[in-house]
Nanobody
Framework: QVQLVESGGGLVQAGGSLRLSCAAS????????MGWFRQAPGKEREFVAA????????NYADSVKGRFTISRDNAKNTMYLQMNSLKPEDTAVYYC?????????????????WGQGTQVTVSS
């Protein structure tokens, strides 16, 4: 089992920045690829960004490419999502997830463990 806890969400104005964190406990963090997903009200959960187990492989949704940066610190069992130039359409609950087989997958169904989510609200 891997337990994941997100933090860092909040309310920010358009154009602002937030940094989300995902703290992992349980099994060896560095054995898992990790991902960020988000879900807005009335919409399906969608891929945001993913990172391989070593941190050298990253993958981004087109909608966030150039604005968001995913990273991880295996020594601290933590993954991050730096979000810059935020837009109202980025408003959603953001979830982190762990994938023990992949190396940066985009599909929700390929992830084994999920956090409880953190709310990000971007005002216009």
């Amino acid at each position: 089992q891997v337990q994941l806890v997100e933090s860092g969400g909040g309310l920010v104005q358009a154009g602002g920045s937030l940094r989300l964190s995902c703290a992992a406990s349980g099994r060896t963090f560095s054995n898992y690829a990790m991902g960020w997903f988000r879900q807005a009200p009335g919409k399906e959960r969608e891929f945001v960004a993913a990172i391989g187990w070593s941190g050298s492989n990253t993958n981004y949704a087109d909608s966030v490419k150039g604005r968001f940066t995913i990273s991880r610190d295996n020594a601290k069992n933590t993954m991050y999502l730096q979000m810059n130039s935020l837009k109202p359409e980025d408003t959603a609950v953001y979830y982190c997830a762990a994938d023990h087989l992949g190396n940066g997958n985009r599909k929700v169904e390929l992830y084994d463990y999920w956090g409880q989510g953190t709310q990000v609200t971007v005002s216009s």
